[in-house]
Every structure is written in C-alpha cells, then in structure tokens.
C-alpha cells in the first residue's frame, strides 16, 4: 500500500504556534507522535517531514536555529527509537509565489522523485487545508489530525475536505494505517 508517509511538523508532530517555533526551547512534541513515528517506521514504512516554514522568509529565526529544532525533534524521536528518512521545509513567505510551499505541491513531488514512488504509494498527514491540498494536487491520499489547527480546518473546509480521513492525533492515525485501513 503505502511506502511514504509524508507528515507535517507543526500541529501534527508538535505543538504548533500561532506565533512560530522559533527555537527548540518551543518546539514540545505532541503526546504519542514520537512514538508513533517510531511504530512506523518498525513497520519498514519511510517517514518524511514536509513543512512551510515562513518563519525563515520573516526573519523570526535563521537556517542555523531551524536546523537545531530540527536536530532536538531528530534526538528526541531517536530517544524512542525513531527516526526520520528525510525533512524537506518551503523556506518562503506566502506572499513568494514557490513551487514548494503547501498549498503547492512542489514538496510532495520532490519527495516522491528522491525516493522513486509514485502518488499512489504516499500517505500525506497534516493539520491544515493546504496539507490536505497539496497531496490531492500531487495525486496523493491525505488524512487530516484534530490537533494543530485540525479542527479549525473541519470547521470550514467541507468540500476539500471530501475523500480525506479525519483522526484525533498521529497516535489514531497510525493505530488505523497499521491495522490495515485504507483512505476512501
């Protein structure tokens, strides 16, 4: 089925802010997403991070600081006995008009060609409408979390949101993807 699971950092893996994570003092993981992400990849799934991080673009916080929460999310999910196959991040402002940032699906494309799968082999995870759109514009299947801005999107994005399977947490999620469920 799956060979990809691509998640979003903030809201899905930690707790996102309205203000940026800007150091890793503020990056805090969720409850169950580092173990969850462990549970995968035992289960010889790659998992890959896929995230806009306009902070970058706004001056709230440099490359060196971005790799550093990067590389606390890394130790810290290591400490669990997890790992990532690979974080991809859109360094640009929304007003930048890229091809990497969600809702475009500039990402999503660059991780299928680096690990050579098709759209059909990748599962998208996130918290926001444009992680949702950006999947379906790379032909890909996306499950929306409650957490992070999950419910907000719910509550206003019906049609987009057709097809999409909704899970409170990345714990819920991965408990159904590991029993063998299978989006609509």
Known sequence: MFKIIILDRDGVINEDSSTFVKSPDEWKALPGSLESIAKLNKANLKVVVASNQSGLARGYFSLATLGKIHEKMSNELAKVGGHLDGIFFCPHGPGENCACRKPK???????????????????????????????????????????????????????????????????HVVQELLAGSKPK
């Open 105 to 171: 699906p500039g990402m999503i494309l660059a991780i299928a060609k680096l690990f050579n799968v098709t759209a059909s082999e990748i599962l998208c995870i996130g918290d926001s409408l444009r992680d949702i759109l950006a999947a379906k514009a790379a032909g890909c299947a996306a499950w929306l979390v409650k957490t992070g801005n999950g419910v907000y999107t719910l509550s206003l994005a019906e049609q987009e949101l057709e097809g999409v399977l909704v899970f409170e947490d990345l714990a």
